[in-house]
């Protein structure tokens, strides 16, 4: 019997409302040797639904034996993959074959190194400065607008990264399926609505379906996402999505802590105050079993 369903079923709406697809690369990205590209333009469809790209599948069944005589014996039958399909179709000959940048939307046609913008940035630094009643010729000052322009590069360098290159083919062939779980990953971020600072931790899980990650891959996975003008709640999404692009488990969790200068700094000013949010797909959304054995897991010291 077939057992392809949608993530549709699993509140797909919350999923596809909660995701930013401007600032993820997009799935073919995994795939690109198979389709002779390195970018593409943007879909003119739109943005495409996290339920349209995320499918559950059926494992794959061994082959019947030789005599004939032995019916094919299922590989977890009880257990489907989550598969990520691309949304767009890949045109091989778009005129931005050596684009560094053009997986990612929102850096569409920028320089082909992320130095390049070094100049640019320090220049805005520098009216930044003058605009704060500073002045930027003084002895502490005088260098601070190229120190600030690289470091800023430094905290959005995720921009500069893409799962595949991540990856770098730590994915290997292993009969597991039991819960994988790496928790308490350091993880720091930009807001992107103060350009503040969030910090915390975050904790992974997933459900192998004969295909397990580098554990050094998913605290590489945080790094991507967390280096970019990000708000929590897509980050949080975006590492699960990206696990379950990398090995295509039974179901990803992923639960992250974090501070917001944002709230500490200014505003409301509450010092202690922390905001958790979580990615349940899969068999994690399915069986509360699952995901309390991932909870107790993670909040286990």
Same mark, same amino acid.
Do not use: W
């Given at each position: 019997?077939?057992?392809? #369903? ?25 795939? #690109? ?20 790209? =995320? =499918? ?81 010729? #003084? ?56 350009? !503040?600072?969030?910090?915390?931790? !975050? ?43 990398? !090995? ?15 709230? =500490? ?17 899969? =068999? ?18």
């Amino acid at each position: 019997m077939s057992f392809t #369903r949608q993530l549709s079923e699993m509140s797909a709406s919350e999923l596809n409302d909660a995701i930013d697809d401007t600032n993820f690369p997009q799935a073919h990205i995994i795939s #690109r040797g198979r389709n002779n590209s390195v970018c593409s333009t943007s879909s003119t469809s739109g943005t495409s639904s996290l339920a349209d790209r =995320v =499918v559950a599948q059926p494992e794959e069944t061994q082959p019947p034996s030789s005599t004939g005589s032995e019916e094919p014996a299922p590989i977890h039958p009880n257990r489907p993959r989550l598969i990520l399909k691309s949304s767009t179709s890949i045109p091989e000959n778009d005129g931005h074959e050596n684009c560094t940048f053009h997986h990612d939307l929102e850096l569409d046609h920028k320089p082909p190194t992320r130095e390049a913008l070094l100049p640019d940035m320090a220049r805005s630094y520098r009216l930044l400065l003058g605009g704060l009643g500073e002045n930027p010729d #003084r002895q502490g000052l005088i260098k601070t607008p190229e120190r600030a322009a690289k470091a800023m590069l430094y905290f959005t360098k995720g921009y500069d990264q893409n799962l595949e290159d991540v990856l770098n083919g730590a994915v290997f062939d292993e009969d597991h399926d039991e819960m994988v779980v790496v928790k308490d990953i350091e993880m720091f971020s930009m807001c992107e609505h103060h350009l !503040v600072p969030f910090y915390g931790k !975050v904790s992974i899980g997933y459900l192998p379906c004969n295909k397990i990650l580098g554990l050094s891959k998913l605290a590489r996975i945080v790094e991507i996402f967390s280096r970019r003008l990000q708000v929590q709640e897509r980050l949080t999404k975006q590492i699960a999505v990206a696990v379950t692009q990398a !090995v295509q488990p039974a179901g990803v969790a992923v639960v992250v802590e974090g501070v917001h200068m944002c709230m =500490v700094m200014r505003g409301v000013q509450k010092i202690n105050s922390k905001t958790v949010t979580s990615t349940m797909l899969g =068999v994690f959304r399915d069986d509360p079993k699952t995901r309390e054995e991932f909870l107790n897991l993670v909040n286990s010291k």
